[in-house]
């Protein structure tokens, strides 16, 4: 691993078996056989891969409170894992810390539709809330690309995102409650049924906290009535400046669309020849909105959008008749990774947010990056909450690729900050992004967080050498990295 | 160093923090004043933001708004609505409550309580609502946290924590908002003569269809006659629910309203005009306007607003007169207490209701032996209050912005 990571502790390397001995007495799940433990190497940023000295993986929250108190008295360090499929490397695991996985922790506890909220414990799936309510018409909001294997513990730590959360926000906005366990073992609620409660938001503060700030047990999340009619029209341009133009007028026109997509050329291509999902070739940038509401409220907006569109240039447009269709314009963009797999031996997908009004000046920046760098690069954009994914396409077989990929793919990041926007809209700073915060907090911001962390944990022994920069170095590297097509999760849809 | 100090600028504020925090003075943080809320507390010093305040700029096609912290909250809904745009989380006018007349106050203010009106079990709280700001710490350094976009997970949401920190963390010096679109059109499907049990079935009926509410609120008999509507009658309890959306659209969802509710005796109507001014009142607590008694919120599960009500407001049962009513479809209770017990046994009783119900009250308005001596949230755990003090230190390690305003001691 090339990556710096706080220096491990020779007494705890020294002390694994002991360490074991004692872990065994808390809980019955105890890995540490090298074959056990592989599994556990590595998150979705399969670039790194690092052993712990053992695997926990305990069935309650007291077992969780042990392992943690153990943990701090003996000076080990923990690493909390959900199900492993981050993008950011938060759940990579250090030499010599003791690793948490919440797996176990799969049941949903409660379904209350009197107070419109789901108990579930951490290892849920974030789509098997949905399941178990949509019997009675409801669902859970967020909806992350990876949502049939992303569990709602780590939806919490990540603040994960989806293609809605422009109408209907991010994780932050739809959780009611968590019960936690500090590094120390102490267990706290917060929240619960109710809004709002008193005192600091701490359910606001450890949501996107990635794992640094305590290890969630038991998450109360809000779930809401499905809309009656859901309709999306797909819609071409001859050039990004029009779609980002469209996107603006859209918003000005007072409407909010469930989802807004766009993608560039080089990605229409690849996705349409993948997944055969029926999209014009003769187009620069293709534009997909989404409406829901009731009936005659999606009625109304598709008119409006496509009138707005035809004010905006759009070579073609197209609006869904049947929800088979609306799926058909979703399934090219869905299959962006296993398409760019195809054309690519290896490609970084990055994550930055930008103003939606750059988004032509940020393309044709990306654009000129490519050409100096000699490597292609595809881009899809969350139009409507300004989330854009560029994709660096590279072969890892060359050596100087990958290190040319990675400084393009930082380029980008920092020309993101520059233009106003930021590091990572949902898939998190971890390790990835770790050495490029300096880019956008200075000294003062950065230590203003790490006192908070702790508040939390003083001996900074809960997910250390994550998010914030060590030393402050602010190098440039790390990103997620693909090889043929080879993903740990290469069949999960992805941003 | 005492007396008032009026920052121009983020370094004046800073500069005087640091003075501050050298020489152990505390402060207390003003803005414009207007809310008498929280703990009673006196510190030599008061630094007063009158000055810093304006709006910074205002991208209506970015759907935000950057202002100085002590921007009047009514210049920016006044600016929002010229581009047809408003905050979701519908500020809160809490003049009416304190001085029986309109001020809104700063955005700064709001943001310290975290203040949010009748939207907010649908659009969420001003929480939600606040992707950005610049504050200086109690150690005097400028610190920054978010930004200006709605997708962002870079490092710690400090959004989140100063908003309803009532100060006690860091003085805000920017803020960015997010804004969304005005409704084209709304109206409000009203239900008369229910009592408390039967409203929160209501309630619980309606939020199980795909009408898309966005406002639900619940006047029992005793509260309702300050109301002086055309088309509505204020002589029983009114159920409000309010429907917003293409025209279009909004009168389709109020007949399937009417449909759901058809067995109901008595129902009304308000159009467009009668139902802002409807939801503006009840949003600005007109009810309790220049109320001599303690007022109230009492956030909690809807399912248990009706044992709360039971419990504590029902006059017929504890032969008291505690006017209240019901917002966030049953999931927020206002409520007024008599003044007259000056041992605040009904305080302690719904101190104790909420503890075990794991739910919250916030006393909005009190007089000053409240204010000096009681506390004005629900007790919270021995962990989480220690948790909070460490917290408050990480921004503050000299305790001197606000210090005991929200619990003595922290």
């Known amino acids: 691993m090339s990556l710096q990571m706080p220096q491990a502790d020779e007494l705890v390397l020294n002390n694994k078996e002991n360490i074991v001995l004692n872990l065994k007495k808390i809980s019955n799940n105890v890995l540490f056989e090298n074959e056990e433990i592989t599994p556990y190497e590595t998150d979705g940023l399969t670039a790194y891969k690092q052993k712990p000295i053992a695997v926990v993986l305990p069935e309650t929250t007291e077992e969780v409170s042990k392992v943690l108190k153990y943990c701090f008295e003996n000076n080990i360090k923990v690493v909390p894992r959900g199900a492993g499929t981050g993008l950011s490397g938060g759940a990579l695991p250090l030499q010599d810390c003791v690793l948490v996985g919440l797996g176990k922790f799969n049941k949903i506890l409660e379904t209350d539709f009197e107070n419109r909220c789901v108990v579930a414990q951490p290892g849920v799936t974030n789509l098997a809330i949905t399941n178990a309510v949509q019997h009675e018409g409801f669902y859970y909001a967020p909806d992350p690309s990876s949502q049939i294997a992303c569990s709602i513990g780590g939806n919490i730590a990540e603040n994960s995102g989806g293609v809605h959360s422009l109408k209907y926000g991010t994780t932050t906005n739809n959780v009611l409650g968590v019960e936690m366990v500090l590094m120390d073992g102490t267990i706290i609620r917060i929240g619960g049924k109710n809004l709002d409660s008193e005192g600091y938001d701490l359910l606001g503060l450890i949501t996107g906290s990635e794992g640094l700030l305590g290890v969630i047990t038991e998450v109360t999340v809000k779930i809401l009535k499905k809309p009656q009619a859901v309709r999306a029209v797909l819609i071409g341009f001859d050039t990004i400046e029009d779609s980002g133009n469209c996107v603006a007028d859209i918003i000005s026109k007072g409407i909010v669309p469930a989802g807004m997509e766009i993608m560039d050329r080089p990605l229409i291509k690849a996705t349409d020849d993948y997944a055969k999902a029926g999209y014009p070739k003769d187009v620069e940038s293709l534009l997909i909105v989404e409406l829901d509401g009731t009936e005659s409220e999606v009625d109304i907006l598709i008119e409006k959008v496509l009138e707005i569109s035809k004010s905006n240039k759009a070579s073609y447009h197209r609006a869904s008749t049947s929800d088979e269709e609306r799926l058909r314009f979703w399934k090219g963009r869905k299959a962006a990774f296993p398409a760019l797999g195809v054309i690519s031996p290896d490609y970084i997908c990055m994550d930055g947010s930008i103003p939606r009004n750059k988004l032509a000046d940020v393309l044709s920046e990306i654009y000129k990056m490519s050409k100096k760098y000699g490597l292609g690069v595809a881009n899809c954009f969350h139009a409507g909450d300004g989330n854009l994914h560029p994709l660096i396409m590279y072969d890892s077989n060359n050596p100087k690729e990958l290190k040319k990929a990675e400084e393009f793919g930082a380029d980008i990041l920092k020309y993101c900050v520059k233009v106003g926007g930021v590091l990572t809209g949902e898939h998190g700073v971890g390790i990835e992004k770790r050495d490029l915060m300096c880019e956008m907090f200075n000294d003062n911001d950065i230590q203003q967080q790490l006192r908070l962390k702790k508040a939390f944990d003083d001996k900074n022994l809960l997910n250390p050498g994550k998010v914030y920069p060590i030393l402050h170095r602010c190098a440039e590297e790390g990103r997620v990295h693909i090889h043929k097509g080879k993903t740990k999760f290469p069949d999960l849809p992805r941003f | ?410």
């Open chain 2, 1 to 410: 160093m005492s007396g008032v100090f009026q920052p121009e600028n983020e370094s004046q504020i800073s500069d005087f923090i640091k003075k501050s925090a050298k020489s152990n003075n505390p402060i207390e943080v003003v803005g414009y004043n207007t809310k008498a809320i929280g703990r009673y507390i006196q510190c030599s010093q008061t630094l007063d933001l009158n000055r810093i305040k304006g709006i910074i700029e205002y991208m209506p096609e970015e759907l935000y708004i950057k202002v100085r912290a002590n921007t009047s909250m009514l210049e920016v809904m006044e600016v929002l609505k010229s581009k047809k745009q408003m905050l979701g989380f519908e500020p809160v006018d809490y003049g009416y409550l304190y001085y029986g007349k309109s001020s809104y106050g700063s955005v700064g203010g709001a943001i310290g309580c975290n203040l949010s009106g009748s939207r907010r079990f649908k659009a969420g709280a001003l929480r939600d609502h606040l992707l950005g700001f610049r504050a200086v710490n109690g150690s005097g350094e400028i610190i920054k946290s978010g930004g200006t976009v709605v997708k962002n997970v870079t490092g710690y949401d400090l959004s989140k924590l100063v908003a309803g920190s009532y100060g006690t963390l860091s003085v805000l010096s920017e803020v960015v908002l997010k804004v969304l679109p005005e409704p084209d059109y709304s109206e409000t499907f009203v239900i008369y003569n229910l009592d408390s049990s039967q409203a929160i079935t209501a309630f619980s009926k309606v939020m199980k269809t795909s009408l898309e509410i966005s406002g639900a609120c619940y006047f029992p008999k005793n509260n309702i006659n300050f109301f002086r509507l055309n088309d509505l009658d204020n002589s029983n309890s009114v159920l409000a629910l309010r429907v917003e959306g293409p025209k279009k659209s909004v009168i389709e969802r109020i007949t399937n309203l009417q449909s759901i509710f058809k067995e109901m005796k008595k129902t009304s109507i308000l159009e467009l005009y009668q139902s802002k001014l409807f939801w503006k009142i009840a949003s600005n607590l007109e009810c309790f306007s220049n109320s001599p008694n303690i007022v109230a919120k009492i956030s909690l599960a809807p399912s248990d607003a009706n044992s709360f009500i039971k419990q504590f407001c029902d006059d017929t049962i504890i032969g008291i007169n505690n006017k209240y009513f019901m917002d966030w479809a049953g999931g927020l209770i206002w409520m007024e207490i008599d003044n007259s017990d000056p041992s605040y046994l009904i305080l302690e009783k719904i101190k104790k209701f909420c503890t075990q119900n794991n739910a919250h009250m916030t006393v909005v308005k009190s007089n000053m032996t409240y204010r000096s001596t009681g506390s004005f949230l629900t007790s919270t755990s021995d962990d989480i209050k220690s948790l909070t003090s460490r917290i408050k230190k990480s921004f503050d390690p000299k305790s001197i912005l606000n210090p005991g305003k929200m619990y003595a001691g922290i």
